[in-house]
């Protein structure tokens, strides 16, 4: 009787393996998480031309906008990814002064070799991510939790450290030549480099999470930890990986920072922590995990620099930008949850 | 009938002090869908646990084709071919139906360090495995799962087990928050998974669906098996007075009928947790 019923015909239509048509339509457009960014980014852009000037657009005033993005935007990106994967980390607030003052005690105060500071001061990030991830994936406090603890303990740590070693809490730094070329420059006078490492990760960034395959491991992660878990994805692995991201990039700009200004200080980077933030979401990201995009990150990094710096092409007083950056914030995330349920309740025509 | 796929022979798991399962011995079997009813807290989630490798017995042991097997985890009994659904599907709300049915196993294309997401291929043949178990409105591969009703969810991640080569397929109440018809979608795929050979295990607190469905049915109470018999041994009212913990149908409307008698026509109010 079973060999009678398992050699029936198969019943059921057996379909030809079809590529869905070429799909591009506006349509498609809107439901991408960069949709709300990228109309964000246009709506800002025309406020200041009208309030504002054309300057603003021209080589010195893109300068302004661009440098404050690039450096906001090298930290946003791997904060965007944690969000994505459902966690959150704040520290890289302390993660950006103590990126500066590792370089500049060591190689500006001590007079070590430049790429002895450099290396310690991302050693330092990998080091503080590997703290955060592991706390974060052992225990099962919230990251918030983690980091708001580690943003603390590495705050106090270089303010303590560097009254111990230096007696001072903004240490000078001389960077040679190369060092300069690579990390603190400014090309064409007004550019900082930074600019350009910005760009090649946001290009990096965008291969890694939406053509190969890691992406994708992010996305289940942030969608539903323990069904990703289970289909074989190293959560534990992949979670911390993103924390030493993370504070790596903040080392990263942190060093920067002190190479470009010739000097670093002990208090330089708590407003990294809700500018990041407020780019991510801006940017499409959903904060409770499983949705968003590299493009709308850089999207929502752009417009937010650009309404952080714009306020000074225009003839309002500067005390307004943050009325402005609050009212485009929920702004933002309503026209995201509005293109979220969009996505969701999206089905091709019925036939 | 045939040879069993996956044999219990004297399960025991207790939590602690509490005994939860209690010398549990089941044959599954290929081509064949096992029912495992009863009441609330009988124990049927900690069994098909301890099936898929989720809880190891106290005691007991299991054979997989003859086999035997200690699961070291969830991941183990998988790759063995134990595949478990559980009741939303284990998928991603806000992925689309092609990025989500590969996750883990990502198709690529092109070659060395610059191997890409094959995104064409992915939604291609997550489209043709469902469709091939008859949910033909699906046919968009970049539509996101949580778009989807809770039956088509259902039967996408039925799809994605059969798909990468389950031998068991572990269904934990699939069709309890659905309505008529999404349930008979589920219990059509069901069907369809016994027909390529599955063997299915199928959790369901309604008797009609496991009428629908069953070929062996096994009724748990309070953690040791009350009743292990085959399709068209016993009557929908044995079958239902079984699952209901022993007592029949008939005795519990009696009490419902004397308290009404007794309250003025009130029914009685349920008070504290339900179920
Ligand atoms: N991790 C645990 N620790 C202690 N007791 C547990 C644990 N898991 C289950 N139990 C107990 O084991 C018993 C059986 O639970 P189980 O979830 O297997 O029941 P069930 O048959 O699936 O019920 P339902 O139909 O309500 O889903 C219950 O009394 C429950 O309280
Ligand atoms: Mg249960």
Sequence with gaps: MNSKTASQPIAMVQTPITSPAASFSVGGLFRRPEAGAFLGLFGVFVFFLVFGSLEFLKPAGAASWLNV???LGIVAFPIGLLMIA?????????????????????????????????????????????????????????????????????AGLVLGLSVLLTGTTSVALKAPELAK??????????????????????????YVIHYSPYGNWIFAMGGDRVSARNAGIPTAKLTIALFVLSSTSAAFVGMCQAILFNS?????????????????????????????????????????????QGIYFTSFDRNWSSLIIGVMLLLAVLMNNTFRSMALSYSPKKK | MATPILKLKNICKSFGPIDVLNDISLDICPGEVLCLLGDNGAGKSTLIKTLSGVYRPNSGTMEMEG???????????????????HQFGGTFPLMSIGRSFFVGVEPTKGWGPFKIFDRQKANAVAIKAIQDFGITRIDDGDRLVGGLSGGERQSLAIARAVHFGAKVLILDEPT?????????????????????????????HQVMHAMAVGDHFAVLIRGAIAADFRKGEKTREEITDLMAGGETMAELEAQID??????DGHAPQLSGAAG
């Design chain 1, 264 to 308: 670093a200080q002990v208090s330089a980077g708590m407003s990294f922590i809700f500018n990041s933030i407020i780019s991510v979401v801006v940017g499409g990201v959903l904060l409770t995990g499983g949705f968003g995009s590299i493009v709308g990150i850089f999207f929502g990094t752009i417009t937010f620099a650009v309404v952080n």
């Design chain 1, 181 to 206: 070329f690579f990390f603190g420059q400014f090309v064409a006078n007004t550019f900082q480099v930074i600019i350009f490492w910005w760009l090649a990760l946001t290009a990096l960034y965008i």
């Design chain 2, 67 to 85: 086999q035997p097997v200690e699961f070291t985890g969830p991941r183990d009994a998988s790759t063995r071919g134990i595949a478990t659904v």
């Design chain 1, 86 to 154: 459902g966690e959150l980390d704040i520290s890289i607030g302390s993660m950006i002064p103590a990126g500066s003052m590792t370089v500049a005690i060591i190689s500006g105060y001590y007079g070590l070799p430049i790429w002895i500071g450099i290396a310690a001061s991302l050693g330092l990030g990998v080091f503080v991510g590997l703290v955060n991830g592991f706390l974060v994936v052992r225990t099962n406090v919230p990251s918030l939790i983690v980091t708001l603890g580690t943003l603390f303990a590495v």
């Design chain 2, 176 to 204: 309890a928050a659905l309505g008529v018809k999404q349930a008979t979608h589920v219990l059509r795929i069901v069907n369809e998974a016994k027909r390529r050979g599955l063997a299915v295990v199928f959790i369901t």
């Design chain 2, 258 to 263: 004397g308290y009404i008698a007794t309250h």
């Design chain 1, 69 to 71: 993005a690039a450096n």
